[in-house]
DNA sequence: TTGTTTTTGCAACCAACTTGCAAATCACCA
DNA sequence: TGGTGATTTGCAAGTTGGTTGCAAAAACAA
């Protein structure tokens, strides 16, 4: 599991504010509940579907929105758009660089870790799915921006 | 430009008829005019840039929606997420696959016709872009899905 | 042309996400 | 360890991209 390889809650604690220390982020107890989540399971998941795993009135949904938005900032935290009007999280993991495959019809997601789309195509049809259609999208600073 | 090589608004108007036509769509003046506007100007252009676009009261807001959500579905445009809370939309020449690569900044995006990610990672290098992520995504029908 | 089906426009609606603000919590340092 | 200023939170209201119900209009088939 990359970098995280907890055993206790107590450990995945001190990763937690070891995480958000080193990003310069003041430690919260919303913040940490919230990113605990994302260590602990796997995701990606979407804002509603995290405020739902957490415990009862532990955190607002505003603030579950406001962390996330400062996790992807700091890029603690990957974002996705695999459904139309909703964004999915994810933690970010430099170890495990991967991508994601969404059913066109049940919405079930699944990892992998190729990253060739020739090969990653030829083995998804190996494994049964059909119709595949891929979208790759680039995100960074461009020149002139860089400069201003 | 791939399949579409109109000079003329008439060619392109026969062109936008018979796309309709071979993916079993009635042709209808706003989706004429939605995707004739996709066949002339490159994109990707989100919903609210296509209606401001078309000829004044040429087309209701739902409209596009619609339209747009039925091309999508029969793989005549591709959608993009590139910005998050907006779908980005693009006439689908299965002659020129590209990516996209937006401005973490100032929004602009970019096409691209490279395919595999480390020679376009460096290609953007030597462009001046910085700070480069990417985001693959796939859809496909699952297993089960498709024998359900 | 006529009858049936599909699509459109309008306006109301929905849901994901954001924001303003006062109260609570955090980080810093004496 | 406690006090103080800066940051974050919860709440509730707001914003916004996108959808929907329905009657009128347009498309299509005969």
Do not use: W
């Amino acid at each position: 599991m990359g970098i995280l390889n907890p055993k206790k809650e107590i450990e995945r604690d001190a990763l937690c504010i070891k995480l958000l220390k080193d990003k310069g982020l003041s430690v919260t107890a919303p913040r940490k509940s919230i990113l605990g989540l994302l260590l602990k399971e796997h995701g990606p998941f979407s804002a509603e579907e995290i405020l739902k795993k957490l415990p009862k009135n532990s955190c607002d949904q505003a603030t579950v929105y406001r962390c996330l938005n400062q996790f992807v900032e700091v890029q603690l935290v990957n974002t996705s758009f695999l459904e139309k009007d909703m964004a999915h999280f994810e933690f970010n993991d430099p170890h495990h660089h991967h991508h994601h495959i969404i059913c066109k019809i049940c919405k079930k997601i699944e990892s992998f870790h190729e990253c060739l789309m020739e090969k990653i195509e030829s083995s998804l049809q190996k494994k049964g799915y059909k119709d595949i259609q891929h979208r790759l999208e680039i995100f960074a600073v461009c020149e002139s921006c860089s400069k201003g």
